[in-house]
C-alpha cells in the first residue's frame, strides 16, 4: 500500500509560479500529478518514471511545468512557472507501474489533493 500527501497548494498571481510537493511512503513507483476542476474529469498533468529517466507533460503545461523527484526522500515535485488562470485547480499526486501509464490516466494510488487558485 502506498500513502501519498500533497503540500504546497495555494493562491498565485497569474504568471507567478508555485511548487507542489508530495510525500509517498512505501516502494518506489512511477509518479504523476493529476488535475480536475469542478464538473470536469480528472487531467494527466505530468509524470516521471521510477528513477527520474523519463518525463511526460500535457501540451498545457510543456515549457511551464517541470516535475522532479528526490527518491532518498521519497518526494516528487511540480514546479509550476508563469502560471495562468486556467490552471486553477486541484491537483492529486499519483503513483502507478510506469510513467506512460500515467499519462495514459492509469494511476495505482492517489493523494487526496491539494488546490491551487491562480487569480487573474
Known amino acids: 500500500q502506498v500513502q501519498l500527501v500533497e503540500s504546497g497548494g495555494g493562491l498565485v498571481q497569474a504568471g507567478g509560479s508555485l511548487r507542489l510537493s508530495c510525500a509517498a511512503s512505501?516502494?518506489?513507483?512511477?509518479m504523476g500529478w493529476f488535475r480536475q476542476t469542478s464538473g470536469k474529469e480528472r487531467e494527466f498533468v505530468a509524470a516521471?518514471?521510477?528513477?527520474?529517466?523519463?518525463?511526460y507533460y500535457a501540451e498545457s503545461v510543456k515549457g511551464r511545468f517541470t516535475i522532479s523527484r528526490d527518491n532518498a526522500k521519497n518526494t516528487v515535485s511540480l514546479q509550476m512557472n508563469r502560471v495562468k488562470p486556467e490552471d486553477t485547480a486541484i491537483y492529486y499526486c499519483?503513483?502507478?507501474?510506469?510513467?506512460?501509464?500515467?499519462?495514459?490516466?492509469?494511476?495505482?494510488?492517489w493523494g487526496q489533493g491539494t488546490q491551487v487558485t491562480v487569480s487573474s
Open positions: 512505501g516502494r518506489t513507483y512511477a
Open positions: 499519483a503513483a502507478g507501474a510506469a510513467a506512460q501509464l500515467l499519462s495514459y490516466g492509469r494511476a495505482d494510488y
Open positions: 516521471i518514471s521510477r528513477y527520474g529517466g523519463s518525463t
